[in-house]
Antibody
Framework: QVQLVQSGAEVKKPGSSVKVSCKASGGTSNKYVISWVRQAPGQGLEWMGV????????NYAQNFQGRVTITTDESTSTTFMELSGLKSDDTAVYFC?????????WGPGTLVTVSS | EIVLTQSPGNLSLSPGERATLSCRAS???????LTWYQQKPGQAPRLLIY???TRATGIPDRFSGSGSGTDFTLTISRLEPEDSAVYYC?????????FGQGTKVEIK
């Protein structure tokens, strides 16, 4: 079955950017539809966007338009989420999840801390 | 954007009791695209129910989902201590997802 491995924790300064990776394996092809979901401390789940390699398109949540970019490298089955203009309230765990209409499985999460 | 509202926010029940969690949508949601997840502290969400009523692989049959249109329900028929978690509903439409704010279930 599909497994997702994410990059390690990051500490960033306000105004900078962060790029988190999610490497997929175990599927029948090297194409994986990967969504990104974040969770601020003690808060709920917030969908950020998705990359669909079958259509080579990304779709982003309105809250993140202009700040988030999701890309994929099919040769390594790795999807990247880059978030720019970081603020303290971007401190969160960032999850990747495989699937078009739902997430299964999910990666373990990457903690991004934004602090001066 | 479709807004999902979950109720109650918190639920505290004893082992063996029945839990009923509600997820109400601001507009029509296809049953095919209504999903429930369970999340325990420090863990990623785990797929519980998809298509509003189909249990995911390995999910015990004490978990069941129902509903259609704008009103959906997750029922845990006989609570076990390991069911202590936050439960989220999620919908898919127009290539995007939205989540409810979650219901925290505590086992007394």
């Amino acid at each position: 079955q599909v497994q997702l491995v994410q990059s390690g924790a990051e500490v960033k300064k306000p105004g900078s950017s962060v790029k988190v990776s999610c490497k997929a394996s175990g599927g029948t092809s090297n194409k994986y539809v990967i969504s990104w979901v974040r969770q601020a401390p003690g808060q709920g789940l917030e969908w950020m966007g998705v990359f669909n390699p079958f259509f080579n398109t990304a779709n982003y949540a309105q809250n993140f338009q202009g700040r988030v970019t999701i890309t994929t490298d099919e040769s390594t089955s790795t999807t990247f989420m880059e978030l720019s203009g970081l603020k303290s309230d971007d401190t969160a765990v960032y999850f990747c999840a495989e699937g078009t209409s739902l997430g299964d499985p999910w990666g373990p999460g990457t903690l991004v801390t934004v602090s001066s | 954007e479709i807004v999902l509202t979950q109720s109650p926010g918190n639920l505290s029940l004893s082992p063996g009791e029945r839990a009923t969690l509600s997820c109400r949508a601001s507009q029509f949601v296809s049953s095919s695209y209504l999903t429930w997840y369970q999340q325990k502290p420090g863990q990623a969400p785990r797929l519980l129910i998809y298509g509003a009523s189909t249990r995911a692989t390995g999910i015990p049959d004490r978990f069941s989902g129902s509903g259609s249109g704008t009103d959906f329900t997750l029922t845990i028929s006989r609570l076990e201590p390991e069911d202590s978690a936050v439960y989220y509903c999620q919908q898919y439409s127009r290539s995007s997802w939205t989540f409810g704010q979650g219901t925290k279930v505590e086992i007394k």
